[in-house]
T-cell receptor, first 110, second 112 residues
């Protein structure tokens, strides 16, 4: 079966750093996506990790450990506009199918 | 405008009625997807298509039908709508050369 786990909700303070974890157990693995989704809007792409390690893109970084089935998204210098849901998703082998986790709702408070 | 669009954006229908949700993309992307998003479940894949006239089932295909006669269009039909199909539906596409999915704005469907 396919299983992706991430926390349901997190709260953090403006200007702080927050780490959103994701663990996965899937029957195949090509890579791991992170998407951001604001309330009432479509998901938008943040990152795609294929190899182990940390990839940094501005205030956002994403980490992957394939052997542990683990990823995290790190958000630095939090801003109010970062309040959104963050979706962890596994790109499966054998095509372009992607399995999504339920998402983590992040609340950024002043 | 270039991009991926969905219509209608909001739809209310009754149990048993047939409903078609439209998806149109202007990039000529090969792959297109239909997802539904429900609280607590995240995005679940309904159907996907690798090219015109090539479609395949996803995780939750029951009660849905798709077609892809043209590369740019990928309609989703609920043959006989049920209340459990009340959801937000997202269409997405990728080019095939890169794996990022581009999502449409979504259709909020309510089945009474």
């Amino acid at each position: 079966g396919q299983n992706i786990d991430q926390p349901t909700e997190m709260t953090a303070t403006e200007g702080a750093i927050v780490q959103i974890n994701c663990t996965y157990q899937t029957s195949g693995f090509n890579g791991l996506f992170w998407y951001q989704q604001h309330a009432g809007e479509a998901p938008t792409f943040l990152s795609y990790n294929v190899l182990d390690g940390l990839e940094e893109k501005g205030r956002f970084s994403s980490f992957l450990s394939r052997s542990k089935g683990y990823s995290y998204l790190l958000l630095k210098e939090l801003q109010m506009k970062d309040s959104a849901s963050y979706l962890c998703a596994v790109h499966l082998t054998g095509g372009f199918k992607t399995i999504f986790g339920a998402g983590t709702r992040l609340f950024v408070k002043a | 405008d270039a991009g991926i669009t969905q219509s209608p954006r909001y739809k209310i229908t009754e149990t048993g009625r047939q409903v078609t949700l439209m998806c149109h993309q202007t990039w000529s992307h090969s792959y297109m997807f239909w997802y539904r998003q429900d609280l607590g479940h995240g995005l679940r894949l309904i159907y996907y298509s690798a090219a015109a006239d090539i479609t395949d089932k996803g995780e939750v295909p029951d009660g849905y039908v798709v077609s892809r006669s043209k590369t740019e269009n990928f309609p989703l039909t609920l043959e006989s709508a049920t209340r459990s199909q009340t959801s937000v539906y997202f269409c997405a596409s990728i080019s095939g050369g890169f794996n990022e999915q581009f999502f449409g704005p979504g259709t909020r469907l309510t089945v009474l």
